[in-house]
């Protein structure tokens, strides 16, 4: 029953110091060791290690690794107590804003990615928004001429034609961005209809239309999950030749999280594209799976961003259903600064998020909300409260360069570390919002680096470099 062990090779960015990791269930130990040497011996940049999250899990039977040692993937709590570097007067290595395409110092760049684990406070400067901005340009052209994606196809008279083909309105709600991701992909030039040139498959179902299609609902989903496996490991050779490895899907209601209980696979070896992205949740494999930033969908820029005067601290609203939100309620509810709305709020919510500097993303049930975009859109520094949240593109961006994240314990020095930053740092902080915008939006048909090209990108990172042809 167990699909025979695969060597799986993950081709790394070509521009990328480190050469190729591989492994076998079997002679594990043995292949650790010779990669660790591997990796000494080839790579340019500061031998430092990242302690990647890749526990065996021995039902497993892919086990991958993180996509590149210079472009990792950090646990938001990588950001401990409140610190942040500073992105230095430098020019950053953003492209896109004038920059035209890096001039970035990829040593000190190098450097700076790594810094998380080096001593607080090191001497690092020229912070851009990318880990490295030359190496994710180059490798987003190479993604953009050459990935190739398979869908399952469906037709129009699928009696779950609306939950396999994409909704013929414009996507809204808190869970949008699945919606958007299937939209946008199935016309563009990744996909194709030839499954032999495919890099990975894309599983089509919405877990968002299901959960309100009476025939499944959501208790349903997980045996309407299994069931669809099943019919398509049974009619296409593809599945059982990876056990699923080289397929994706993408869900951004949590309720994603339970609906594939009954099919272990999809959850072992297949790529997790999610909102939910909690490292606490045994469900989300980080090493393979990647978050999807939750969007709600907004037109246009706001008015009135260069304006506006943002007089308050910091500013919350929502409702208090998470041990986190009662102990923000706990020790920030009448502050004069830090403005916590629990319930309805009496002022537009567009001008909370226009008149603050710094916008409280609060973990609720799930680590996962709007608001992080919200902010962004809206020019606010995003304070992150919701330890374990793999962020969304976190590969890519350099979290510390536009947020800054506190955790939960610290929530009664929340003031003084917000205070504790300087205007100067501030302003750093905000122009980075600025330029982090457009990956956090998206748009009908697709605008290059938003949302769908930054999920593209975590998903070309995750591809595996072996294409398997029997089919
Ligand atoms: C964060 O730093 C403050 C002082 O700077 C310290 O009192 C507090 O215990 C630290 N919190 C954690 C979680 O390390
Ligand atoms: C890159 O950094 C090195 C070392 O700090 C410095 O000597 C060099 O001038 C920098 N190059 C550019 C293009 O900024
Ligand atoms: C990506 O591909 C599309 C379609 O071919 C093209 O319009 C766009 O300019 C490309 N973007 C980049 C950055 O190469
Ligand atoms: C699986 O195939 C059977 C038989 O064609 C069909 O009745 C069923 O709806 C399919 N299930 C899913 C989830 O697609
Ligand atoms: C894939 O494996 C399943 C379970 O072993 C089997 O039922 C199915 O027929 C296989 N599919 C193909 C296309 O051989
Ligand atoms: C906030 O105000 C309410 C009533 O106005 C009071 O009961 C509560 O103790 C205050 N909380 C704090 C943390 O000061």
């Not at 400067?125 to 399952?152: P, Q, T």
């Not at 990975?200 to 877990?207: K, R, T, V, Y």
């Not at 919510?349 to 975009?373: M, P, Q, W």
Request: with cysteine; hydrophobic share 40%.
């Amino acid at each position: 029953m167990a699909p025979s062990p695969v060597l799986f090779l993950h081709r790394h960015l070509a521009s990328l110091p480190s050469k190729t990791f591989f492994f076998v269930p079997a002679t594990l130990a043995l292949f650790t060791t010779l990669s660790i040497l591997f990796y000494i011996f080839t790579s340019s940049a500061p031998s430092v290690f990242y302690p990647h999250k890749h526990e065996l899990h021995l039902e497993q039977p892919f086990v991958y690794f993180q996509p590149s040692p210079s472009t990792p993937s950090l646990p938001s709590n990588g950001f401990k107590n409140g610190s942040f570097l500073f992105p230095a007067k430098s020019p950053s290595n953003a492209f896109g804003d004038g920059g035209g395409g890096g001039g970035s110092n990829g040593t000190v760049s190098q450097v700076s990615s790594r810094s998380h684990f080096g001593p607080k406070g090191s001497s690092v400067s020229n912070i851009g928004v990318f880990h490295d901005g030359d190496i994710f340009l180059d490798d987003y052209r190479e993604m953009n001429r050459s990935f190739k994606i398979y869908v399952y196809p469906h037709r129009r008279n699928d009696p779950f034609a609306n939950v396999f083909l994409p909704v013929d309105f414009e996507p809204g709600g808190n869970y949008a961005s699945e919606s958007y991701f299937k939209k946008a992909l199935m016309k563009s030039h990744f996909v194709t209809k030839d499954p032999r040139k495919a890099d990975l498959f894309f599983l089509p179902f919405s877990i968002a239309r299901l959960r309100h299609d009476h025939r499944v609902g959501t208790g349903g989903i997980p045996s309407f999950i299994r069931g669809y496996i099943s019919n398509i490991s049974r009619k296409y050779p593809y599945w059982n030749r990876t056990g699923g490895a080289d397929h994706f899907y993408v869900a951004c209601h949590s309720i994603g999280r339970k609906a594939m209980e009954k099919a272990v696979e999809v959850k072992l070896n297949a790529i997790q594209i999610v909102c939910s992205s909690s490292y606490f949740v045994s469900r989300y494999i980080a090493h393979k799976d990647a978050s999807i930033p939750q969007v709600w969908p907004r037109t246009g820029d706001p008015p009135n961003i260069a304006t506006c005067k943002r007089n308050k601290l910091a500013f919350f609203a929502g409702s208090i259903n998470s041990p986190v939100r009662e102990k923000l309620l706990e020790f920030w509810r009448n502050d004069s600064l830090i403005f916590t709305n629990y319930g309805r709020l009496k002022t537009p919510y567009a001008d909370e998020l226009l008149g603050s500097k710094f916008c409280l993303h609060v973990k609720g049930f799930e680590v996962n909300t709007a608001r992080i975009a919200d902010s962004l859109y809206y020019g606010c520094v995003p304070i992150i409260i919701a330890n374990y949240y793999d962020l969304p593109f976190a590969d890519v961006l350099n979290w510390k360069s536009f947020s800054m994240a506190v955790v939960t314990a610290d929530i009664p020095s929340l003031k003084k570390i917000l205070q504790g930053i300087t205007s100067d740092e501030y302003s750093a902080l905000q122009r980075n919002v600025l330029k982090v915008r457009k990956h956090f939006q998206w748009h009908v048909p697709p605008t290059d680096f938003d949302a769908f090209f930054m999920v593209m990108y975590e998903l070309w990172l995750r591809r595996s470099a072996i294409r398997i042809s029997n089919g």
